[in-house]
T-cell receptor, first 111, second 112 residues
């Protein structure tokens, strides 16, 4: 298996623009997680899905953030409108048997 | 609520010496405990986990961790450090399979 695949690897955008991050989990994994990593706040759980259903979105910082999982092999995290303070590395992870498998992340810079 | 504390931002050891990276946790009920490693510009990689059973857990790359319920600790250890072990290490806790809370991470530097 290719592992968790995230795209794009890097995204540079201007404040106010819409940003969409994509994730393909490992086939057969029934849980998917979106994390955000910054120097100031460390690794934060934004939202997680189980069997494509959002279970806990309490970590989503604002209504500007939304996430979907239309099927077992694809998820998106959208920020609209983006702000400079959203700049971070966003990780997607999938899991089975408790342990998490992380993608390589999307480095987002909002100017 | 569940939480993890990694009291050391940095740990420095000489190659060949034993290393310990500390972690304490707080959770309601029986904990699921994990260690992950992150190399520069990469996602986190699973090292080992404790769910139940033997308090000493062995994982990847020669790492092991000891679960201590009375001290609510789960320290990561390795008998002989390698320069290639230099990375950022995260401890994580979950009250159930799924939502894990991560510590702030400890940067391990192994010097030749």
């Amino acid at each position: 298996d290719a592992g968790v695949i995230q795209s794009p690897r890097h995204e540079v955008t201007e404040m106010g623009q819409e940003v969409t991050l994509r994730c393909k989990p490992i086939s057969g994994h029934n849980s998917l997680f979106w994390y955000r990593q910054t120097m100031m706040r460390g690794l934060e759980l934004l939202i997680y899905f189980n069997n494509n259903v959002p279970i806990d979105d309490s970590g989503m910082p604002e209504d500007r953030f939304s996430a979907k999982m239309p099927n077992a092999s694809f998820s998106t995290l959208k920020i609209q409108p983006s702000e400079p303070r959203d700049s971070a590395v966003y990780f997607c992870a999938s899991s089975q048997d408790e342990k998490l498998f992380f993608g390589s992340g999307t480095q987002l810079s909002v100017l | 609520a569940q939480s993890v504390a990694q009291p050391e931002d940095q740990v420095n050891v000489a190659e060949g010496n034993p290393l310990t990276v500390k972690c304490t946790y707080s959770v309601s009920g029986n904990p699921y405990l994990f260690w992950y490693v992150q190399y520069p510009n990469r996602g986190l990689q699973f090292l080992l986990k404790y769910i139940t059973g033997d308090n000493l857990v062995k994982g990847s790359y020669g790492f092991e961790a000891e679960f201590n319920k009375s001290q609510t600790s789960f320290h990561l250890k390795k008998p002989s450090a390698l320069v290639s072990d230099s990375a950022l290490y995260f401890c994580a806790v979950s009250a159930y399979a799924g939502k894990s809370t991560f510590g702030d991470g400890t940067t391990l530097t192994v010097k030749p």
